[in-house]
């Protein structure tokens, strides 16, 4: 299990099973992030 994943079950929030599917979530959230701090 990865840090992330551990994490997340400790926060008690639900991931997909796949690792691919799971990075691309990361990776949206990500861009997301950048794109709020990038308008601040």
């Not at 994490?7 to 950048?34: F, I, K, N, W």
């Amino acid at each position: 299990m990865t840090s992330y994943r551990k994490v997340a079950s400790t926060l008690g929030l639900d991931l997909p099973d796949d690792d691919d599917d799971l990075r691309d979530v990361l990776e949206a959230d990500m861009q997301q992030v950048h794109d709020h701090w990038r308008h601040q």
